[in-house]
């Protein structure tokens, strides 16, 4: 991310949590409409920034419309409304701004090149969608072994030959296969097969992002995971980001 974008997404970062605070503790004495009118620009205004077409998946934007009736002023579903977007915008900007590039006074020549981020995934998905995106957003380089060229390889050596490309890896793993007996669903074999070669050649450099319902084999045992949802990877962004910062890529 550019110096000067960041700078500008700090100052509206800061706008929008004086906002969400007044929203917060004096929220039901402001005017409903004049709040929400307010709440959505300073959102639209973001969005343009931020240039990012997600952005409406990880912090959901408020409904549109007048209210009428009552004393004109802020309905507390309305507050709640703007309470739970802005937090989670005001949690998606400060994981984006993780991911600026170095402040004013590192030379040009230290900024350190994009990383290979290999990333594991059973079917394609929405989830695995987002997550490509989210990695080009913060300036990494999502590896996705199926778009890869094959190399003349056989598929376990195409893996292995990407992986070892990678600095780190993300395991995204999705419910894709049941288990049976089980009300808990499964990751595909070639997610739990690539965890095994993830541990050995990127070791302890490795974010496991599992979807809820969902439960890895007793054999696999990551130290630490993030649960998430196919319509909500809101949380998990900012668990990539910080171990990115962790692993020292951002």
């Known amino acids: 991310?550019?110096?000067?974008?960041?700078?500008?997404?700090?100052?509206?970062?800061?706008?929008?949590?004086?906002?969400?605070?007044?929203?917060?503790?004096?929220?039901?004495e402001l005017a409903d409409n004049e709040t929400r009118e307010g709440y959505r620009k300073i959102y639209k205004d973001i969005k343009e920034t931020l240039a990012d077409p997600n952005l409406e998946i990880y912090a959901p934007g408020i409904s549109s419309g007048s209210s009428l009736g009552g004393d004109g002023l802020l309905w507390g579903q309305h507050q709640v409304q703007i309470i739970n977007s802005g937090n989670r915008l005001i949690s998606y900007l400060e994981a984006v701004l993780a991911s600026a590039s170095p402040s004013s006074h590192q030379s040009p020549k230290k900024i350190a090149a994009p990383a290979n981020i290999f990333i594991s995934h059973g079917r394609e998905s929405e989830a695995l969608n987002l997550l490509r995106n989210?990695?080009?957003?913060?300036?990494?380089?999502?590896?996705i072994v199926m778009e890869e060229s094959r190399l003349g390889k056989s598929?376990?050596?195409?893996?292995?030959?990407?992986?070892?490309?990678?600095?780190?890896?993300?395991?995204?793993?999705?419910?894709?296969?049941?288990?049976?007996?089980?009300?808990?669903?499964?990751?595909?074999?070639?997610?739990?097969?690539e965890i095994?070669?993830?541990?050995?050649?990127?070791?302890?450099?490795?974010?496991?992002?599992?979807?809820?319902?969902t439960e890895f084999p007793s054999n696999i045992t990551p130290k630490v995971y993030e649960p998430f949802t196919k319509d909500n990877l809101s949380k998990a962004f900012i668990a990539i980001v910080r171990d990115l910062k962790a692993f020292g890529i951002l």
Do not use: W
């Open 134 to 143: 989210s990695i080009s957003a913060i300036g990494q380089i999502p590896l």
């Open 1 to 28: 991310m550019y110096l000067k974008k960041a700078k500008l997404l700090k100052i509206k970062l800061a706008a929008l949590t004086a906002f969400m605070k007044n929203v917060g503790t004096i929220g039901r």
């Open 155 to 193: 598929l376990h050596d195409k893996v292995l030959t990407y992986m070892r490309r990678c600095t780190v890896g993300i395991i995204l793993a999705t419910g894709d296969d049941e288990l049976k007996g089980s009300e808990y669903l499964q990751p595909r074999q070639n997610v739990i097969h």
């Open 196 to 213: 095994g070669l993830a541990q050995e050649i990127l070791t302890n450099r490795i974010t496991y992002l599992l979807e809820e319902g």
